[in-house]
């Protein structure tokens, strides 16, 4: 009795499984993939701390498991996310460390968001999704100081804006940058500012009032007004309206994004609105995603799947990329271009492997071996991109989940990866969700079957004019 009770629910468990849809994945990749990082931003190696290898590994484990569910997803029958695993998706980011507010009071908070996709009705689950956002936002504004924060990227941030507002370069002020804690010793050095120049010119009225995070707010913002339009493009209905802000309020990514002041809100709002436009309005997206350029383009590889498939994609980069120079090129010329593109670009080169990263060198250092050799990193980046390039999507919610699936696995061999990189791949885990079924206008194809049809073209063209 005891092997067919545990037969039946193991075939029982593979049917679920071979039934889920993709955006059942998608979700419970969001879900792993905000829990992951706050337990391995926990338990990992950094300042005066030797780190929780225990800790760590959970946290890394959820994040290994939401790289595998969006590249598993791909594929996968197309459908609404199950109200169920919307809920776990959503209390699953309440039990991991805290870092906003108090873990009874976030637990409360998990609990009344976790209700919203139960609710069937439309109107009546937009209660406690307002209800769970006071609280956030409460916590977040109590954890606000206005003006100050203790971390660099805001000093940076704050005071480039300030710079600027004045007159002056904003390439020009050095600031002090946490570079790394070998041996629990921490070690600080000088640098300008480390991004580009549209994150400045986009903190201007920010810093005006005082402060440049509440620009990360309006971009935050930004992110979920695109992702509820678009939901409403492909799931049309507004059932999931509530579900999908629940899950976007509920995000551990979107606090600490603000309150540090990370520079991938401007980047990643500004590229969400290339996807939403560039079907409809292409010069306005064009300009979206030069904005994104010159801000921080650790977004990319989230766009390296649409850029093999989708034949117009290279055109608009090209596009982005002329405008983004034309964004980048006065700062250039003010700073002087060799000292610019070692401040934006080469530094990051010279910058060391970060002992608290979350990736395989953090799980190195947090377990007390050395760093993994970069030979070994790049191979695994090359791979990485490979595999997740190669495999045929169908529609735009393959095309996402493939790069947020890129993105996710390519932070594991970065030098520094920590939770704004994921925060990338979380938004656009969103975009998943309210995908549907949606196709870009042009046919997905690969470079390979154009030139083989530049190919054909020409033969029949020798043809021709030998005849």
Known sequence: ????????????????????????????????????????????????????????????????AAGALCYLAVGRPPG?????????????????????????????????????????HARAAWVPVIVGAALIVWATVSRWSWGNAVIDVFAEVQGST???IHGQNPYSPLYSIYLDSPLHHIVHGAAS?????????????????????????????????????????GVPGGHLGPTLVALWVVSPF???????????????????????????????????LALALASKPTFVPIVIPMLFWVRTT??????????????????????????????????????????????????????????????????????TLVVFTLRRPRDYADLLLLGSGMLIVVCFFAKQAFLNYDYSAAMALLFVIGAGTMRPLTPLTT?????RLFGNRFVRLRRSRAS
């Not at 009225?205 to 005082?210: C, H, Q, T, V």
């Open 162 to 164: 300030q710079a600027l």
């Open 193 to 233: 500012f480390n991004y580009g120049p549209a994150v400045v010119l986009l903190s201007v009225p920010a810093r005006l009032i005082g402060d440049v995070r509440v620009t990360m707010v309006a971009l935050n913002l930004a992110i979920l007004v695109a992702a509820l339009i678009w939901l409403r493009r």
């Open 80 to 120: 609404r996310p199950h109200a169920v695993l919307c809920a776990v998706a959503i209390g699953m980011q309440t039990l991991g460390p805290t870092y906003v507010m108090s873990a009874p009071l976030l637990w409360v908070t998990g609990l009344v968001l976790a209700a919203v996709p139960l609710i069937r």
């Open 254 to 288: 979107i606090p600490l994004m603000i309150l540090n002041a990370w520079t991938d809100s401007v980047s990643m709002a500004c590229a969400v609105w290339w996807l939403l436009l560039r079907d409809r309005h292409r010069n306005w997206s064009i300009a979206c």
């Open 447 to 451: 470079p390979l079957h154009d030139l």
């Open 314 to 383: 290279w055109r608009e980069f090209l596009w982005a990329t002329s405008a983004a120079v034309v964004i980048v090129a006065p700062f250039a010329l003010w700073t002087g271009v060799p000292q610019f593109v070692y401040d934006t670009i080469t530094i990051y080169n010279d910058l060391p492997t970060r002992r608290d990263s979350i990736g395989f060198n953090g799980l190195s250092a947090v377990l007390g071996h050395g760093l993994v050799p970069s030979s070994l990193l790049l191979a695994g980046t090359l791979v």
């Open 1 to 64: 009795m005891t092997r067919s009770a545990l037969a039946g629910a193991w075939v029982y468990t593979r049917s679920i499984a071979a039934e889920s849809r993709r955006s059942d994945m998608a979700v419970l990749a969001l879900g792993c993939l905000g829990v992951g990082n706050l337990w391995a931003r926990r338990g990992a190696s950094g300042g005066y701390s030797s780190g929780w290898p225990l800790v760590f590994i959970v946290g890394f484990g959820f994040i290994v």
